[in-house]
């Protein structure tokens, strides 16, 4: 076993069939759970420092630092083009947890104290300090459900929390901006996505067809249309509440 090497999956393979799913306002792009590997380390302090200029809603500086690091690995930036970190895929993360994903912030807390003390346990340094074969090492560990062991105190399998950080990433890598995620449509155009249109021309059509259409980089919520709905569905919501 000790000469057992870790497997090895490329990014491209963890990007596969996100396509499609990418148009969805907030919806999670389906793909393989993997962990993408690349040989460049992450680096936590010069990040953290340019995410502080949008203030945390729910994470913790040092859980948003060690998420951070755990999405740079997860959808690692490389030849292909820019990932999680580009993408500001923690600050989506952050701001759902406070809104839509609330449900899911004692998974977080625990989850991340649970995985920090598994890297000292495991591999006798914090997750930062490790070197990037060693992280996906850990993260394999922890999405098998290998990450177990006194003290490590996973609630429930460790897979259970790399699935939901994994999902979670995902979102903030290519879902609509509008979100928090996807900065400067990075995810979208890595994917070839052309962006969210109400209407399509014919010209449009066959530029799509010969994948020579240019993104228009608009979120969805930047048409009249999306944004009328919302405040109907709002105006609704507190008609029904009265």
Same mark, same amino acid.
């Given at each position: 076993m000790a000469d057992e090497k870790p497997r090895v999956i490329t990014r491209r393979e963890i990007l596969k069939g996100a396509g499609v799913a990418a148009a969805a306002v907030s919806g999670a792009v389906a793909a393989p759970s993997t962990v993408a590997p690349s040989t460049v380390a992450p680096s936590a302090p010069a990040h953290a420092a340019a995410q502080r200029a949008t203030p945390l809603e729910a994470l913790t500086a040092q859980e948003a630092d060690l998420l951070d690091l755990i999405t740079a690995r997860l959808i690692p930036s490389d030849a292909l083009g820019p990932g999680a970190r580009e993408a500001q895929a923690v600050r989506y993360i952050d701001r759902?947890?406070?809104?839509? =994903?609330?449900?899911?912030?004692?998974?977080? %807390?625990?989850? @991340?104290?649970? #995985?920090?003390?598994?890297?000292?346990?495991?591999?006798?340094?914090? #997750?930062?300090? =490790?070197?990037?074969?060693?992280? *996906?090492?850990?993260?394999? *560990?922890?999405?098998?459900?290998?990450?177990?062991?006194?003290?490590?105190?996973?609630?429930?399998?460790?897979?259970?929390? #790399?699935?939901?950080?994994?999902?979670?990433? %995902?979102?903030?890598?290519?879902?609509?901006?509008?979100?928090?995620? /996807?900065? /400067? #449509?990075?995810?979208? *155009? =890595?994917?070839?996505?052309?962006?969210?249109?109400?209407?399509?021309?014919?010209? *449009?059509?066959?530029? @799509?067809? %010969?994948?020579? @259409?240019?993104?228009?980089?608009?979120?969805?919520?930047? /048409?009249?249309?999306?944004?009328?709905a919302t405040a109907s569905a709002a105006s609704e919501g507190s008609h029904h509440a009265d």
């Open positions: 759902a947890l406070a809104g839509a =994903l609330a449900s899911s912030r004692d998974a977080y %807390r625990s989850g @991340l104290a649970a #995985f920090d003390r598994y890297c000292r346990m495991s591999r006798g340094k914090p #997750f930062a300090e =490790l070197a990037p074969v060693d992280q *996906d090492s850990v993260l394999i *560990d922890v999405e098998t459900g290998a990450a177990t062991g006194a003290g490590a105190g996973f609630a429930g399998s460790s897979a259970q929390f #790399f699935a939901m950080v994994l999902n979670h990433t %995902r979102q903030g890598m290519f879902g609509d901006p509008y979100y928090g995620g /996807n900065a /400067n #449509f990075v995810g979208w *155009d =890595l994917l070839g996505y052309p962006g969210v249109r109400t209407q399509v021309t014919a010209a *449009d059509q066959q530029a @799509l067809e %010969r994948n020579q @259409l240019k993104p228009n980089r608009r979120s969805a919520y930047d /048409n009249e249309m999306f944004n009328k």
